[in-house]
């Protein structure tokens, strides 16, 4: 016979750990609800990052100096 744990029970067990592993948990958590798995995600990220510094490498990417993007955002900011 298979005992079900309550909500609560879980809750309290969970709250009884480490902030590490409450944190680690809660991870574990919200990566059960994602529909794309984070490795996944992380995955494609790697590969735009990749794609864009080679872009850059080959002078092909269109590039902004700090002064004129922090300038933008105070305009758009105002």
Request: hydrophobic fraction near 40%; aromatic fraction near 6%; proline fraction near 3%.
């Amino acid at each position: 016979m298979t005992m079900s744990i309550t909500f609560a029970e879980v809750e309290q067990q969970a709250r009884m750990l480490s902030p590490d592993e409450r944190a680690r948990l809660a991870e574990v958590l919200l990566e059960s609800l994602r529909e794309t798995p984070l490795s996944e995600i992380e995955a494609a990220w790697n590969l735009e990052i990749e794609e864009r510094v080679a872009a850059y490498d080959r002078e092909e990417a269109q590039t902004y100096s700090a002064e004129d993007v922090f300038t933008e955002a105070r305009r758009i900011a105002r």
